[in-house]
């Protein structure tokens, strides 16, 4: 490589030395100058190439911490120069920007410090949400995080945080593009996900996401108010004498030894607290006295004094998601009938689950009602989405020994029901379960009618009921149990290959022949395999 000689006077002698990394040194008159001290010593304020989702321009900045005067700075990228001063400006950065760039750096004594970087890019996370409410008292609400555009070979420190000092309340750095923190209570958050990038240089944490705030539960709607101004109107719904509190929208409400409160009008949550002994709810106490039928999304009983609820409490309440009532052991008809929106329920006290009392509860799954012994006419009619029940991956009852009539009727997306104890069930009970595959009951010994009609009988797989017979005096009465398995393809067609699993009873009752309920599935459909047990 040549000597190069930057300002030269005409009376300095100039003495010169080429130094590795130290391109070019020169000197003064009889004073020679030593560039391995004088040469440029350049910092860089940032190793990391940002691309915010907005897609702002990205500056990243060089100096000198030589106290020399920096007279030509020089940037390379790919052999070309981009730059004669000290930044560089990305207005649109992407992934090609990512490289080696050279940065030449050259002092008022000529001495010259090439300084090769290598930058790094990364992306700022576009973050997706998912929220899972909490029931209260338990904290068990989750906020799952999901990185959109993940890169490879980066890693993201998750955070929840404070919404007021957004101090850390939980963290995790993982290489995963997804994290769930779960063992949130009810409150607002705020969370930040942040990429952790190695470079040759270290391991740096930034172009993470400005703090967002989270509620749980999500709110939706608007603030409710009460119908009434005049709460004395509230003596229908609990039979006790309430004051008058003119407060819209409310916040308080108290008497001398109860209260009734919304706890945080953000999330639409009606807490009900009661100290003067335990308390039945009267009937159509939220469907007809209070308002609230288009906002109101979670009843919690926060001191458990509940312990009935009356007649239609709840019903038609739209947008009503979520009811914990843990001590509540009664209840009336039709409670929650048409609460649409409803999916979350916990009544863990609870040992019957009334007439009607999730009819029509179309978004409706998994209940956790783990004590129940009856499930009363129409219990779950037309709960279209209801899957599995009490914790379990199916439909699991696992004290209910009888079932009245048409508890799961029109339950389409009902697939397996385990009834390990139960003894009996009126009629319809699984009338136009069209998914059903499974219904498994050993201990059923007495059944009413239509009780398989209208189902798909390609769907079956198998009844199992070894000790159901019918009674002597009836061998020759046909229920209709097992009529238009497959409907509407032919009026008694169960062309499919099920298992039937009953008494062996059954196929000597009718004169040395099958009951009569049997007739169709043997006349229309030699598939079906029935063991007589």
């Not at 020169?26 to 907005?54: F, H, K, M, W």
């Not at 992306?123 to 906020?143: F, H, K, S, Y």
């Not at 603030?223 to 229908?236: I, K, P, Q, V």
Request: proline share 6%; glycine share 6%; charged share 10%.
């Amino acid at each position: 490589m040549g000597i190069s000689k930057r300002n030269p006077k005409s009376n300095f002698n100039w003495q010169s030395r080429y130094l590795k990394k130290k391109a070019i040194c020169c000197g003064q008159l009889n004073e020679p100058v030593d560039c391995n001290a004088l040469a440029p010593i350049v910092q860089i304020s940032s190793y990391v190439i940002c691309r915010t989702l907005t897609v702002d321009p990205v500056t990243i900045t060089v100096t000198n911490v030589q106290p020399s005067q920096i007279t030509t700075w020089e940037w390379y990228f790919n052999s070309t120069l981009i730059s004669s001063t000290n930044s560089y400006t990305w207005t649109t950065p992407t992934i090609a920007d990512q490289g080696t760039y050279t940065i030449i750096a050259t002092n008022e004594y000529g001495c010259v410090t090439n300084y090769d970087v290598y930058l790094t890019f990364v992306e700022q996370p576009d973050v997706i949400v998912n929220l899972t409410d909490p029931r209260p008292p338990a904290c068990d609400g989750e906020i799952l995080l999901t990185v959109n555009n993940p890169l490879v070979g980066i890693s993201y420190k998750y955070d929840i945080l404070n919404p007021t000092s957004l101090a850390v309340v939980a963290t995790a750095t993982t290489a995963l593009s997804t994290y769930n923190f779960t063992g949130l209570c009810l409150g607002q958050y705020a969370y930040r996900v942040t990429p952790v990038v190695t470079t040759p240089y270290g391991v740096f944490t930034t172009c993470g996401t400005t703090p967002v705030l989270v509620n749980l539960p999500t709110p939706t709607g608007s603030a409710f108010t009460l119908e009434y101004a005049d709460f004395s109107n509230l003596n229908n719904a609990f039979g006790i004498p309430f004051g008058y509190y003119n407060v819209t929208p409310w916040n308080l409400l108290m008497g001398s030894d109860y209260q009734i409160c919304v706890v945080d009008p953000v999330s639409y949550t009606i807490k009900f607290y009661y100290t003067a002994g335990s308390l039945v709810m009267n009937s159509t106490a939220f469907a007809a006295n209070i308002n609230v039928r288009s906002d109101l999304r979670t009843v919690v009983d926060a001191t458990g004094n509940f312990i009935g609820l009356g007649d239609q409490a709840f019903q038609l309440a739209g947008s009503l998601v979520s009811v914990y009532f843990p001590d509540v052991t009664s209840v009336g008809v039709y409670v929650f009938d048409q609460c649409v929106s409803l999916t979350t329920v916990d009544m863990v006290s609870l040992l019957s689950v009334g007439i009607g009392m999730f009819s029509n509860c179309i978004n409706l799954d998994n209940p956790e009602i783990p004590n129940a012994t009856v499930l009363f006419t129409g219990a779950f009619a037309n709960c279209t989405s209801l899957v599995t029940a009490n914790g379990a991956p199916n439909q699991y009852w696992p004290f209910v020994t009888n079932m009245q009539g048409g508890v799961f009727f029109n339950c389409t997306s009902l697939t397996d029901v385990d009834l390990p104890v139960c003894v009996s069930m009126g009629d319809n009970n699984f009338d136009s379960c069209v998914n059903l595959s499974i219904m498994d009951a050993p201990n059923m010994a007495s059944i009413g009618a239509r009780n398989f009609t209208r189902m798909n009988g390609l769907n079956l797989s198998l009844i199992n009921m070894p000790l159901w017979k019918r009674p002597l005096g009836f061998c020759s009465v046909d229920d209709y149990n097992f009529l238009n398995l497959n409907a509407p393809v032919t009026p008694y067609d169960a062309a499919s290959n099920f298992t039937l699993n009953i008494a062996a009873l059954n196929a000597t009752c009718n004169g040395g022949g099958p009951i009569a309920d049997l007739q169709w599935i043997i006349g229309y459909n030699p598939l079906v395999t029935i063991n007589y047990i």
